[in-house]
């Protein structure tokens, strides 16, 4: 997590790495059951979906929201979006 922190800091328009940073505090969250960790989560999410939207990472978000509490907005992404990389998996 620590370095995945670095490289959005160095490169914050590349969207795989907040993916990948989203998916580790997901695992950390599992491991610890840590309740920050799933905020974390989110906010590495939101941001790889401003950068490059995706259904996959904004199905991530609304999975979070609701196991966080928070309310999810209806929006969702027209059925051509594609994730720009697809190295990444989200959640």
Do not use: W
């Not at 401003?50 to 992404?77: D, F, H, R």
């Amino acid at each position: 997590i620590r370095h995945l922190n670095e490289v959005t800091q160095l490169n914050p328009t590349d969207d795989e790495s907040f993916v990948y940073l989203a998916n580790s505090y997901l695992e950390q969250f599992r491991l610890t059951k840590k309740q920050s960790l799933l905020r974390y989560a989110l906010r590495s999410y939101e941001r790889a979906q401003a950068l490059a939207p995706s259904n996959e990472i904004a199905s991530c978000i609304s999975m979070l929201k609701s196991q966080i509490g928070i309310k999810p907005q209806v929006a969702t992404v027209g059925h051509d979006a594609s994730p720009q990389s697809a190295t990444a998996k989200a959640c």
